[in-house]
Antibody, heavy 126, light 114 residues
Framework: QLQLQESGPGLVKPSQTLSLNCTVS??????????WGWIRQSPTQGLEWIGN???????NYNPSLKSRVTISVDTSKNQFSLELTSVSAADTAVYYC??????????????????WGQGTLVTVSS | DIVMTQSPDSLAVPLGERATINCKSS????????????LAWYQQKPGQPPKLLIY???TRESGVPDRFSGTGSGTDFTLTISSLQAEDVAIYYC??????????FGQGTRLEIE
């Protein structure tokens, strides 16, 4: 059964870098059938797509966050990571790792998300 | 960006009755080349991540009860629960994924039992 598990610090200071990992079990992140990525949720911004990657292709980021976001991959651990630089209180949110299909209809940068991790709360505060 | 607007923000429906949630997009989500509407619906219960219910506006995800249905095309979409059950209390979100980097979600509709 597919599981996505987020991990990382729950508290980050303003101006520092937020770093999270997502460990995937039950599927391979090198699969040609899926993209993997991150979404966050806050009371003020609602649900916000951050970015995703396709192992055999490219990585896409939300244009509004692109200058601060990096998604990287560690295939040896079947894990992918999120880095968000120069954080502020506005980046306080629950961060989810997610999976989306890659098929003849979802070939572009966007699709629906069929699996979500449980989420991890990250608070930005001094 | 495509703006997704849900209505109402909240609603209360008696058990066993029909619940209807609307979602309107600021531009058409119908892609003419494949005749598909790039619209999904999610259910989120307290303390849980969103769960995919419907994609392509009307295709039910595996395991989702058939009391959930999605309709609509272009800019206007509806999620209907035909007979509300206690376990359906949740917040419901629509999401557009119309061939763009700027995936966006609606603000959510809170559904309660009357």
């Amino acid at each position: 059964q597919l599981q996505l598990q987020e991990s990382g610090p729950g508290l980050v200071k303003p101006s520092q870098t937020l770093s999270l990992n997502c460990t995937v079990s039950g599927a391979s992140i090198t699969s040609s059938s899926y993209y993997w990525g991150w979404i966050r949720q806050s009371p003020t911004q609602g649900l916000e797509w951050i970015g995703n990657f396709f192992f055999r292709g490219n990585t896409n980021y939300n244009p509004s966050l692109k200058s601060r976001v990096t998604i990287s991959v560690d295939t040896s651990k079947n894990q992918f990571s999120l880095e968000l630089t120069s954080v502020s209180a506005a980046d306080t949110a629950v961060y989810y790792c997610v999976r989306r299909p890659h098929n003849i209809y979802c070939t572009g940068p966007s699709c629906y998300f069929d699996y979500w991790g449980q989420g991890t709360l990250v608070t930005v505060s001094s | 960006d495509i703006v997704m607007t849900q209505s109402p923000d909240s609603l209360a429906v008696p058990l066993g009755e029909r619940a209807t949630i609307n979602c309107k997009s600021s531009q058409s989500l119908l892609y003419d080349s494949n005749n598909k509407n790039y619209l999904a619906w999610y259910q989120q219960k307290p303390g849980q991540p969103p769960k995919l219910l419907i994609y392509w506006a009307s295709t039910r995800e595996s395991g989702v009860p058939d009391r959930f249905s999605g309709t609509g095309s272009g800019t206007d979409f509806t999620l209907t629960i035909s007979s509300l059950q206690a376990e359906d209390v949740a917040i419901y979100y629509c999401q557009q994924y119309f061939r763009t980097l700027a995936i966006t979600f609606g603000q959510g509709t809170r559904l309660e039992i009357e």
